[in-house]
Protein backbone atom coordinates (compact mmCIF):
# COMPACT_ATOMS: atom_id res chain seq x y z
CA UNK A 1 0.00 0.00 0.00
CA UNK A 2 3.06 2.44 0.74
CA UNK A 3 4.61 1.42 -2.23
CA UNK A 4 1.29 2.13 -4.42
CA UNK A 5 0.80 5.64 -2.44
CA UNK A 6 4.61 6.42 -3.42
CA UNK A 7 4.09 5.26 -6.84
CA UNK A 8 0.84 7.25 -7.21
CA UNK A 9 2.11 10.17 -5.68
CA UNK A 10 5.67 10.85 -6.45
CA UNK A 11 6.25 13.32 -9.06
CA UNK A 12 8.08 12.06 -12.23
CA UNK A 13 11.11 13.91 -12.61
CA UNK A 14 11.43 16.18 -15.31
CA UNK A 15 13.41 15.43 -18.11
CA UNK A 16 16.61 17.70 -18.67
CA UNK A 17 16.08 18.94 -21.66
CA UNK A 18 12.96 20.39 -20.77
CA UNK A 19 12.18 23.87 -21.99
CA UNK A 20 14.84 23.38 -24.74
CA UNK A 21 14.88 22.52 -28.49
CA UNK A 22 16.48 19.11 -29.38
CA UNK A 23 20.38 19.33 -29.60
CA UNK A 24 20.25 22.00 -26.83
CA UNK A 25 19.54 24.49 -29.55
CA UNK A 26 18.17 28.16 -28.49
CA UNK A 27 14.25 28.02 -29.26
CA UNK A 28 13.28 30.41 -32.13
CA UNK A 29 11.61 32.88 -29.88
CA UNK A 30 14.85 33.72 -28.24
CA UNK A 31 16.42 34.72 -31.23
CA UNK A 32 14.85 37.89 -32.09
CA UNK A 33 17.16 39.63 -29.99
CA UNK A 34 19.55 39.00 -32.22
CA UNK A 35 17.31 39.70 -35.14
CA UNK A 36 16.73 43.28 -33.72
CA UNK A 37 20.64 44.11 -33.13
CA UNK A 38 21.09 43.18 -36.85
CA UNK A 39 18.33 44.44 -38.71
CA UNK A 40 19.22 47.75 -36.71
CA UNK A 41 22.32 47.55 -37.83
CA UNK A 42 22.01 46.33 -41.41
CA UNK A 43 19.21 50.03 -41.45
CA UNK A 44 21.94 52.10 -40.28
CA UNK A 45 25.17 50.61 -42.73
CA UNK A 46 23.19 50.68 -45.39
CA UNK A 47 22.53 54.31 -44.62
CA UNK A 48 25.64 54.92 -44.48
CA UNK A 49 26.72 53.74 -47.83
CA UNK A 50 24.04 55.13 -49.43
CA UNK A 51 25.42 58.50 -48.33
CA UNK A 52 29.05 58.08 -48.19
CA UNK A 53 29.07 56.45 -51.70
CA UNK A 54 28.72 58.15 -55.10
CA UNK A 55 25.12 56.43 -55.42
CA UNK A 56 23.19 59.38 -55.01
CA UNK A 57 22.73 63.06 -55.72
CA UNK A 58 24.82 64.80 -53.40
CA UNK A 59 22.04 67.12 -52.17
CA UNK A 60 19.84 67.36 -48.72
CA UNK A 61 16.55 66.25 -50.06
CA UNK A 62 18.36 63.09 -51.58
CA UNK A 63 20.52 61.92 -48.70
CA UNK A 64 17.12 62.36 -46.24
CA UNK A 65 15.67 60.00 -49.03
CA UNK A 66 19.19 57.65 -48.73
CA UNK A 67 18.74 57.36 -45.00
CA UNK A 68 14.92 56.53 -45.36
CA UNK A 69 15.47 53.83 -47.54
CA UNK A 70 18.48 52.57 -45.52
CA UNK A 71 16.62 52.41 -42.90
CA UNK A 72 13.34 50.33 -44.48
CA UNK A 73 16.51 47.69 -45.73
CA UNK A 74 16.60 47.54 -41.21
CA UNK A 75 12.81 47.07 -40.84
CA UNK A 76 12.52 44.46 -44.14
CA UNK A 77 15.42 42.64 -42.55
CA UNK A 78 13.41 42.50 -39.53
CA UNK A 79 10.14 41.27 -40.94
CA UNK A 80 11.58 38.70 -43.12
CA UNK A 81 14.20 36.97 -40.81
CA UNK A 82 11.66 36.73 -38.20
CA UNK A 83 9.17 35.02 -40.34
CA UNK A 84 11.40 32.83 -41.40
CA UNK A 85 13.66 31.90 -38.23
CA UNK A 86 11.37 32.19 -35.08
CA UNK A 87 7.45 31.40 -33.89
CA UNK A 88 7.12 35.11 -33.46
CA UNK A 89 6.98 37.14 -37.05
CA UNK A 90 6.81 40.54 -36.94
CA UNK A 91 4.63 41.34 -39.88
CA UNK A 92 3.81 44.80 -38.17
CA UNK A 93 7.34 45.91 -39.92
CA UNK A 94 6.45 45.83 -42.98
CA UNK A 95 4.58 49.16 -42.43
CA UNK A 96 7.80 51.27 -41.53
CA UNK A 97 9.63 49.39 -44.20
CA UNK A 98 7.18 50.65 -46.67
CA UNK A 99 6.60 54.20 -45.01
CA UNK A 100 10.13 54.67 -45.24
CA UNK A 101 11.16 53.19 -48.51
CA UNK A 102 8.49 55.16 -50.10
CA UNK A 103 8.48 57.93 -48.60
CA UNK A 104 12.77 57.56 -49.37
CA UNK A 105 12.44 56.88 -52.83
CA UNK A 106 9.92 59.88 -53.75
CA UNK A 107 12.59 62.43 -52.01
CA UNK A 108 15.72 61.05 -54.24
CA UNK A 109 13.43 61.50 -57.27
CA UNK A 110 11.74 64.23 -56.83
CA UNK A 111 14.05 66.67 -54.73
CA UNK A 112 13.28 69.39 -52.55
CA UNK A 113 9.71 70.05 -53.98
CA UNK A 114 9.16 66.46 -52.11
CA UNK A 115 10.77 67.65 -48.84
CA UNK A 116 8.79 70.74 -48.83
CA UNK A 117 5.54 69.06 -49.39
CA UNK A 118 6.48 66.23 -46.90
CA UNK A 119 7.30 68.60 -43.79
CA UNK A 120 4.24 69.09 -42.82
CA UNK A 121 3.04 65.53 -43.10
CA UNK A 122 5.92 63.68 -41.97
CA UNK A 123 6.32 64.54 -38.37
CA UNK A 124 2.27 63.79 -36.94
CA UNK A 125 2.19 60.58 -39.33
CA UNK A 126 5.64 59.62 -37.99
CA UNK A 127 4.35 59.97 -34.01
CA UNK A 128 1.54 57.66 -35.43
CA UNK A 129 3.66 54.95 -36.81
CA UNK A 130 5.81 54.99 -33.99
CA UNK A 131 2.80 54.46 -31.74
CA UNK A 132 1.53 51.59 -33.52
CA UNK A 133 4.79 49.91 -33.91
CA UNK A 134 4.83 50.21 -29.72
CA UNK A 135 1.68 48.51 -29.05
CA UNK A 136 2.77 46.04 -31.41
CA UNK A 137 5.49 45.31 -29.99
CA UNK A 138 4.41 44.95 -26.89
CA UNK A 139 1.71 42.33 -27.93
CA UNK A 140 3.87 40.44 -30.99
CA UNK A 141 7.48 40.51 -29.44
CA UNK A 142 8.31 38.00 -26.68
CA UNK A 143 11.82 38.63 -26.23
CA UNK A 144 12.47 41.23 -23.86
CA UNK A 145 16.44 42.23 -24.92
CA UNK A 146 14.60 42.73 -28.66
CA UNK A 147 11.82 44.47 -27.41
CA UNK A 148 14.68 47.33 -25.22
CA UNK A 149 16.29 47.43 -28.48
CA UNK A 150 13.22 48.43 -30.72
CA UNK A 151 12.17 51.25 -27.96
CA UNK A 152 15.46 52.96 -28.26
CA UNK A 153 14.80 53.27 -32.36
CA UNK A 154 11.39 54.57 -31.18
CA UNK A 155 13.03 56.90 -29.12
CA UNK A 156 15.04 58.33 -31.99
CA UNK A 157 12.13 58.29 -34.13
CA UNK A 158 10.14 60.33 -32.01
CA UNK A 159 12.09 62.65 -31.27
CA UNK A 160 12.93 63.51 -35.11
CA UNK A 161 9.13 63.68 -35.23
CA UNK A 162 9.07 66.45 -32.66
CA UNK A 163 12.21 68.14 -33.87
CA UNK A 164 10.87 68.08 -37.76
CA UNK A 165 7.63 69.29 -36.52
CA UNK A 166 9.73 72.31 -34.05
CA UNK A 167 11.74 73.00 -37.23
CA UNK A 168 8.06 73.55 -39.65
CA UNK A 169 6.72 75.72 -37.28
CA UNK A 170 10.20 77.53 -36.68
CA UNK A 171 10.39 78.30 -40.65
CA UNK A 172 6.90 78.86 -41.46
CA UNK A 173 7.53 81.87 -38.67
CA UNK A 174 11.23 82.86 -39.45
CA UNK A 175 10.93 86.52 -40.48
CA UNK A 176 13.27 86.73 -43.37
CA UNK A 177 13.17 89.67 -44.88
CA UNK A 178 16.60 91.75 -45.51
CA UNK A 179 17.56 94.03 -43.04
CA UNK A 180 16.54 97.44 -44.58
CA UNK A 181 19.84 99.00 -43.69
CA UNK A 182 21.43 96.18 -46.11
CA UNK A 183 21.05 94.49 -49.87
CA UNK A 184 21.45 91.45 -51.58
CA UNK A 185 24.25 91.43 -54.66
CA UNK A 186 24.80 89.29 -57.15
CA UNK A 187 29.08 87.65 -56.65
CA UNK A 188 28.26 85.20 -59.73
CA UNK A 189 25.79 82.23 -59.53
CA UNK A 190 24.73 83.35 -55.74
CA UNK A 191 23.85 86.62 -54.21
CA UNK A 192 25.83 87.83 -50.60
CA UNK A 193 24.29 90.25 -48.23
CA UNK A 194 26.30 93.73 -47.35
CA UNK A 195 26.08 96.65 -45.00
CA UNK A 196 27.51 99.49 -45.11
CA UNK A 197 26.80 102.34 -43.06
CA UNK A 198 29.06 105.15 -42.30
CA UNK A 199 31.17 107.55 -44.55
CA UNK A 200 34.85 108.16 -45.02
CA UNK A 201 37.70 106.62 -46.16
CA UNK A 202 39.68 104.01 -45.92
CA UNK A 203 36.74 101.37 -45.47
CA UNK A 204 36.42 98.96 -42.83
CA UNK A 205 35.92 95.69 -44.07
CA UNK A 206 34.37 93.23 -41.10
CA UNK A 207 35.40 89.52 -41.38
CA UNK A 208 33.50 87.41 -38.84
CA UNK A 209 34.73 83.49 -37.85
CA UNK A 210 33.36 80.46 -38.40
CA UNK A 211 30.32 80.11 -38.61
CA UNK A 212 30.20 84.09 -37.88
CA UNK A 213 27.99 86.67 -39.65
CA UNK A 214 27.56 90.41 -39.72
CA UNK A 215 25.12 90.43 -36.77
CA UNK A 216 27.72 89.22 -34.54
CA UNK A 217 29.22 93.38 -35.32
CA UNK A 218 26.39 94.55 -33.59
CA UNK A 219 28.22 96.66 -31.38
CA UNK A 220 31.57 97.76 -33.24
CA UNK A 221 29.47 98.73 -36.70
CA UNK A 222 28.17 101.49 -35.56
CA UNK A 223 31.35 102.39 -33.35
CA UNK A 224 33.31 102.01 -36.50
CA UNK A 225 30.43 104.24 -38.52
CA UNK A 226 30.59 106.99 -36.22
CA UNK A 227 34.65 107.38 -37.71
CA UNK A 228 34.52 106.56 -41.50
CA UNK A 229 32.52 103.67 -43.77
CA UNK A 230 32.41 100.76 -42.51
CA UNK A 231 31.00 96.97 -44.22
CA UNK A 232 29.59 93.92 -42.58
CA UNK A 233 28.74 90.84 -44.59
CA UNK A 234 27.85 87.41 -44.15
CA UNK A 235 29.70 84.67 -46.20
CA UNK A 236 28.36 82.28 -48.70
CA UNK A 237 25.29 79.60 -46.73
CA UNK A 238 24.22 81.92 -44.05
CA UNK A 239 22.78 85.06 -42.18
CA UNK A 240 21.38 86.27 -45.16
CA UNK A 241 23.32 85.17 -48.06
CA UNK A 242 22.43 82.69 -50.14
CA UNK A 243 24.55 79.10 -51.00
CA UNK A 244 27.70 79.03 -53.62
CA UNK A 245 28.07 75.78 -55.87
CA UNK A 246 31.76 76.54 -55.76
CA UNK A 247 33.81 75.39 -52.81
CA UNK A 248 34.47 77.65 -50.48
CA UNK A 249 38.02 77.90 -49.13
CA UNK A 250 39.59 80.45 -48.01
CA UNK A 251 41.02 81.67 -51.62
CA UNK A 252 37.06 81.96 -53.03
CA UNK A 253 35.71 83.86 -50.02
CA UNK A 254 38.30 86.57 -50.32
CA UNK A 255 37.31 86.05 -54.11
CA UNK A 256 33.83 86.75 -53.86
CA UNK A 257 34.56 89.62 -50.90
CA UNK A 258 36.40 91.51 -54.13
CA UNK A 259 33.38 90.76 -56.47
CA UNK A 260 31.31 91.75 -53.57
CA UNK A 261 33.02 95.39 -52.60
CA UNK A 262 33.41 96.04 -56.53
CA UNK A 263 29.85 95.40 -57.55
CA UNK A 264 28.33 97.15 -54.93
CA UNK A 265 30.55 100.41 -55.64
CA UNK A 266 32.60 100.53 -52.40
CA UNK A 267 36.43 101.37 -53.38
CA UNK A 268 39.06 100.75 -51.96
CA UNK A 269 41.29 101.22 -49.70
CA UNK A 270 40.15 98.93 -47.43
CA UNK A 271 41.23 98.43 -43.46
CA UNK A 272 40.27 94.36 -43.34
CA UNK A 273 39.54 93.27 -39.94
CA UNK A 274 38.85 89.51 -39.15
CA UNK A 275 38.20 87.30 -36.01
CA UNK A 276 39.45 83.82 -35.53
CA UNK A 277 38.82 81.70 -39.06
CA UNK A 278 38.18 85.41 -40.33
CA UNK A 279 41.64 86.36 -40.02
CA UNK A 280 43.10 84.05 -42.34
CA UNK A 281 40.30 85.09 -44.96
CA UNK A 282 41.76 88.84 -44.15
CA UNK A 283 45.39 88.06 -45.01
CA UNK A 284 44.74 86.07 -48.27
CA UNK A 285 42.86 89.24 -49.88
CA UNK A 286 46.08 91.31 -48.75
CA UNK A 287 47.60 88.03 -50.50
CA UNK A 288 45.58 88.52 -53.74
CA UNK A 289 45.04 92.52 -53.41
CA UNK A 290 47.70 94.24 -51.95
CA UNK A 291 47.41 97.33 -53.71
CA UNK A 292 43.44 97.59 -52.01
CA UNK A 293 44.61 96.90 -48.65
CA UNK A 294 45.51 99.92 -46.22
CA UNK A 295 45.54 97.52 -43.14
CA UNK A 296 44.75 94.70 -40.79
CA UNK A 297 43.47 94.02 -38.10
CA UNK A 298 43.20 90.65 -36.71
CA UNK A 299 41.32 89.65 -33.75
CA UNK A 300 42.08 86.32 -31.74
CA UNK A 301 43.00 85.24 -35.33
CA UNK A 302 44.17 81.83 -36.02
CA UNK A 303 47.14 81.17 -37.01
CA UNK A 304 48.16 80.34 -40.55
CA UNK A 305 50.15 77.38 -39.95
CA UNK A 306 48.23 75.62 -37.38
CA UNK A 307 45.55 73.93 -38.99
CA UNK A 308 47.73 73.07 -42.26
CA UNK A 309 48.64 70.03 -40.12
CA UNK A 310 45.16 68.50 -40.02
CA UNK A 311 44.33 64.96 -41.20
CA UNK A 312 41.81 65.76 -43.02
CA UNK A 313 42.61 66.93 -47.17
CA UNK A 314 43.05 70.32 -47.51
CA UNK A 315 40.14 70.77 -49.61
CA UNK A 316 37.73 67.64 -49.92
CA UNK A 317 35.25 67.02 -52.68
CA UNK A 318 31.49 66.13 -52.76
CA UNK A 319 33.13 62.72 -54.65
CA UNK A 320 34.75 62.22 -51.18
CA UNK A 321 32.94 60.81 -48.49
CA UNK A 322 34.06 63.55 -45.83
CA UNK A 323 33.15 66.14 -48.63
CA UNK A 324 29.50 64.79 -48.21
CA UNK A 325 29.19 66.14 -44.39
CA UNK A 326 27.97 69.39 -44.70
CA UNK A 327 25.26 68.03 -46.28
CA UNK A 328 25.43 65.48 -43.83
CA UNK A 329 24.83 68.16 -41.16
CA UNK A 330 22.17 70.00 -42.76
CA UNK A 331 20.06 66.87 -41.96
CA UNK A 332 20.30 67.66 -38.09
CA UNK A 333 18.91 71.38 -38.97
CA UNK A 334 15.38 69.53 -40.47
CA UNK A 335 14.90 67.90 -37.25
CA UNK A 336 15.59 70.80 -34.73
CA UNK A 337 18.87 70.96 -34.33
CA UNK A 338 19.92 74.21 -35.86
CA UNK A 339 17.37 75.69 -34.46
CA UNK A 340 18.31 74.83 -30.76
CA UNK A 341 21.69 75.86 -31.13
CA UNK A 342 20.74 79.19 -32.04
CA UNK A 343 19.02 80.02 -28.97
CA UNK A 344 22.81 79.73 -27.24
CA UNK A 345 23.52 83.05 -25.19
CA UNK A 346 25.05 86.08 -27.54
CA UNK A 347 25.92 87.71 -24.58
CA UNK A 348 25.10 91.08 -24.10
CA UNK A 349 24.83 91.84 -27.85
CA UNK A 350 22.11 94.29 -28.63
CA UNK A 351 18.70 92.83 -29.27
CA UNK A 352 17.56 93.21 -32.88
CA UNK A 353 21.25 91.88 -33.33
CA UNK A 354 20.64 88.45 -31.18
CA UNK A 355 16.85 87.93 -32.74
CA UNK A 356 18.94 87.99 -36.33
CA UNK A 357 21.40 85.62 -35.27
CA UNK A 358 19.08 83.25 -34.05
CA UNK A 359 16.97 83.45 -36.90
CA UNK A 360 19.70 82.59 -39.59
CA UNK A 361 21.66 80.17 -37.63
CA UNK A 362 18.51 78.21 -37.40
CA UNK A 363 18.66 77.50 -41.15
CA UNK A 364 19.71 74.19 -42.98
CA UNK A 365 21.99 76.30 -44.70
CA UNK A 366 24.02 77.83 -41.92
CA UNK A 367 24.80 74.12 -40.45
CA UNK A 368 26.07 72.80 -43.54
CA UNK A 369 27.88 75.99 -44.57
CA UNK A 370 29.93 75.92 -40.86
CA UNK A 371 30.88 72.45 -41.19
CA UNK A 372 32.12 73.04 -44.96
CA UNK A 373 33.65 75.78 -43.15
CA UNK A 374 35.79 73.67 -40.91
CA UNK A 375 36.48 70.81 -43.50
CA UNK A 376 38.54 73.45 -45.46
CA UNK A 377 39.95 75.20 -42.69
CA UNK A 378 43.75 73.03 -44.29
CA UNK A 379 43.49 74.77 -47.03
CA UNK A 380 42.35 78.08 -45.92
CA UNK A 381 45.37 78.10 -43.35
CA UNK A 382 47.89 77.37 -46.54
CA UNK A 383 46.34 80.12 -48.83
CA UNK A 384 46.64 82.62 -45.34
CA UNK A 385 50.27 81.91 -45.74
CA UNK A 386 50.65 83.51 -48.77
CA UNK A 387 50.86 86.47 -46.88
CA UNK A 388 54.16 86.61 -45.52
CA UNK A 389 55.45 90.27 -45.83
CA UNK A 390 52.84 93.11 -45.19
CA UNK A 391 55.40 95.68 -45.39
CA UNK A 392 55.19 99.12 -43.41
CA UNK A 393 51.35 98.73 -43.76
CA UNK A 394 49.60 99.14 -40.00
CA UNK A 395 48.68 95.72 -38.49
CA UNK A 396 47.32 94.84 -35.07
CA UNK A 397 46.88 92.01 -33.31
CA UNK A 398 43.90 91.57 -31.22
CA UNK A 399 44.52 88.48 -28.41
CA UNK A 400 41.68 87.39 -25.88
CA UNK A 401 43.59 86.92 -22.53
CA UNK A 402 42.05 83.74 -21.82
CA UNK A 403 44.15 81.45 -23.91
CA UNK A 404 47.26 79.01 -23.09
CA UNK A 405 50.33 80.27 -23.65
CA UNK A 406 50.62 78.04 -26.75
CA UNK A 407 48.34 80.35 -28.57
CA UNK A 408 50.27 83.98 -26.68
CA UNK A 409 53.03 82.70 -28.62
CA UNK A 410 51.63 81.93 -32.12
CA UNK A 411 49.51 85.70 -31.83
CA UNK A 412 52.99 87.27 -31.04
CA UNK A 413 54.20 85.77 -34.33
CA UNK A 414 51.83 87.46 -36.56
CA UNK A 415 53.21 90.94 -35.55
CA UNK A 416 56.15 89.87 -37.72
CA UNK A 417 54.08 90.15 -40.80
CA UNK A 418 54.77 94.12 -40.69
CA UNK A 419 57.27 96.70 -39.50
CA UNK A 420 54.24 98.58 -37.92
CA UNK A 421 52.94 96.44 -35.67
CA UNK A 422 50.75 96.60 -31.97
CA UNK A 423 49.20 94.37 -30.10
CA UNK A 424 47.02 94.55 -27.41
CA UNK A 425 45.95 91.74 -24.88
CA UNK A 426 42.62 91.90 -23.35
CA UNK A 427 42.53 90.61 -20.06
CA UNK A 428 40.01 88.23 -18.97
CA UNK A 429 38.05 87.98 -22.49
CA UNK A 430 37.34 84.93 -24.02
CA UNK A 431 37.37 84.06 -27.89
CA UNK A 432 34.01 85.33 -28.78
CA UNK A 433 33.85 88.12 -25.93
CA UNK A 434 36.29 90.70 -28.66
CA UNK A 435 33.10 90.58 -30.64
CA UNK A 436 29.57 90.38 -28.74
CA UNK A 437 30.99 91.57 -25.19
CA UNK A 438 30.24 95.48 -25.32
CA UNK A 439 33.15 96.03 -23.03
CA UNK A 440 35.60 93.74 -24.83
CA UNK A 441 34.45 94.50 -28.75
CA UNK A 442 35.49 98.37 -27.11
CA UNK A 443 39.23 97.29 -27.78
CA UNK A 444 38.28 95.53 -31.09
CA UNK A 445 36.86 98.71 -32.02
CA UNK A 446 40.03 100.67 -31.28
CA UNK A 447 42.40 98.67 -32.74
CA UNK A 448 40.26 98.87 -35.67
CA UNK A 449 40.30 102.84 -35.41
CA UNK A 450 44.06 103.06 -34.19
CA UNK A 451 44.51 101.02 -38.05
CA UNK A 452 42.50 103.64 -39.47
CA UNK A 453 43.81 106.73 -38.30
CA UNK A 454 47.65 105.15 -39.35
CA UNK A 455 46.21 104.53 -42.86
CA UNK A 456 45.72 108.09 -42.72
CA UNK A 457 48.53 109.46 -41.66
CA UNK A 458 51.08 107.69 -42.27
CA UNK A 459 52.13 107.70 -38.40
CA UNK A 460 53.36 104.14 -37.51
CA UNK A 461 51.09 102.57 -34.85
CA UNK A 462 51.83 103.05 -30.50
CA UNK A 463 53.54 99.97 -28.89
Known amino acids: MAGAMTSNNQTEPEPACAGRHEGGAQPPSSRLGWIVALAVATGLVVAALLIALPIVPVAESAFTGAVLCGFA ?45 LAWVWPPTLVALVISMVRRTRRDMPSRGARVQLYVVFAVLAASAVGG ?18 RLIDVGGHDLYLNCVGSGSPTVVLEPGAGGTSSQMGWITPQIAAHTRVCAY ?15 DGAQIATDLHTL ?30 NEVAGLVLVDSTESKEPAKSVVPANPSSDQPIGRLPVVASLAARVGVARLLAQSNWGALPAGSRAEIQTSNSQAGWLGSTVDEYLRAGASAQEAASLHDFGDKPLFVVTAGRHPESWMTLQRKMLALSTNSSQEIVEDAAHIDLLIDQKYAAATTRAILAVVASSRTGQPLSQ
Open 261 to 290: LHRAGVPGPYVLAGHSFGGLYVRIFAAHYP
Open 234 to 248: DRAGRGWSEPADTPQ
Open 165 to 182: GYEAVGEATDVKTVPSTG
Open 73 to 117: SGWTVLWLLSLRLTEHPQRWAVGPALFMGIGGILLVVFGSPMREA
